[in-house]
């Protein structure tokens, strides 16, 4: 047992920092996975609840990913409603969807607000798509898509017809046409499965 406990240690202490983080806020460095699901992985997954511009879904009725097994989702985290950034991005969403996703993509927006924020957020926008609440980040923590302050980071994830993860952007521009444009590009790619 103590050779295999050596050998995990051995084996994280040689991964690339690009993997890993080191924190050593009390003397004694721990590592702490950052990256997320990476392309080609199976996606976590999750069970949220969630509102549209219409209504807050049922509390014995969250989205549940494996639910959408067999078609294409994009899994939009981004860190709160009525901000500028967050409008910008959800808009553009709501905007281009046809474009950007068609009728055959669920499109989904993950924050820590509640879900009366978020209907009223998605009412302001007319947003054709649910936003889910992740009050405690969980979901977020699973896409390494959590940041300070009980915010979610501005992130994207494409997960195709088979439950992988087909694009991540772990820095989505909300502000930048080329963002969407690329997004696009994943999601039709992401359809062929």
């Not at 991005?89 to 820590?112: I, K």
Request: proline share 6%; aromatic share 10%.
């Amino acid at each position: 047992m103590h050779r295999y406990a050596l050998g995990v240690a051995s084996l994280l202490l040689a991964l690339p920092l690009t993997g890993l983080a080191a924190q050593a806020g009390d003397g004694n460095p721990t590592a702490v996975l950052v990256g997320g699901p990476n392309v080609g992985t199976r996606a976590p997954e999750f069970s949220l609840p969630w509102a549209t511009k219409e209504r807050v879904g049922a509390a014995a009725a969250p989205y549940e990913l494996w639910r959408d097994r067999g078609k294409t989702v994009v899994l939009a985290f981004y860190p709160a409603d009525f901000t500028k950034g967050c409008t910008a991005e959800l808009q553009t969403f709501a905007d281009q969807y046809d474009t950007l996703f068609g009728p055959d993509v669920v499109v989904l927006g993950v924050s820590s607000d509640s879900l009366e924020s978020h209907k009223r957020f998605a009412a302001s926008l007319d947003l054709p798509f649910r936003l889910l609440s992740d009050p405690d980040l969980t979901v977020a923590r699973k896409y390494a898509s959590h940041g300070d302050e009980g915010r979610a980071k501005r992130t994207v994830f494409v997960i195709g017809p088979d439950g992988r993860v087909k694009y991540r952007n772990m820095k989505f521009n909300a502000l930048d046409p080329k963002a969407y444009s690329a997004l696009g590009s994943a999601v039709e790619a992401a359809r062929g499965g």
